[in-house]
């Protein structure tokens, strides 16, 4: 477990401080995700049962009070399935600007080495080049994860809204 975190220490030193940042972006991400993709699966699926049930219940599903009662029970639901998906997609856009930013400051690093020793040292442009290079990969490959786990969540809560939508229109239709 100790060379664990040391390894991750000397990532993280390799890439700089914008890596750190990175990372919780990351992490704060997939925690994001994780809470939808079990809200989905679990709260989710109660709330539409009982809603659907509710609807069963009713007399009235054909008046236009019944009508505004099924689209306000279909908007509450798809605010509470959409909850957290706009951070998400706002974080996945982060992640490469934060990436373009470490290789901004790893260039700079870059330059000053070459201001202080030349141009021909290679040995000591190489932290430079990896504190531009590594935060790049790291904040793209957050974005990548993030957008097909996004997509998934978004193509998700516009099919069960549909659903739901269904469920509620199909009882209406059967009196």
Known sequence: MIEFFEAIRDFTETGGQVLIVIGVLIFVMWLLILERVLYINITHKKLKKDITMQWRARKDRSSWFAEQI???HISRLSLKLNGSIPIIQALVALCPLLGLMGTVTGMIEV????????????????????KATIPTMAGMVGALS??????????????????????????????
Do not use: C, P
Request: glycine fraction near 8%; charge should be positive; proline fraction near 0%.
């Open 70 to 72: 099924r689209q306000a």
């Open 146 to 175: 993030g957008v097909f786990a996004s997509a998934y969540l978004t193509r998700t809560s516009k099919a069960e809204r549909t659903h739901l939508e269904d469920a509620l229109q199909l009882q209406r239709d059967i009196n």
């Open 111 to 130: 330059f000053d080495v070459m201001a202080i020793s030349g141009s021909g040292n290679a040995r000591s442009m190489a932290s430079g080049v990896s």
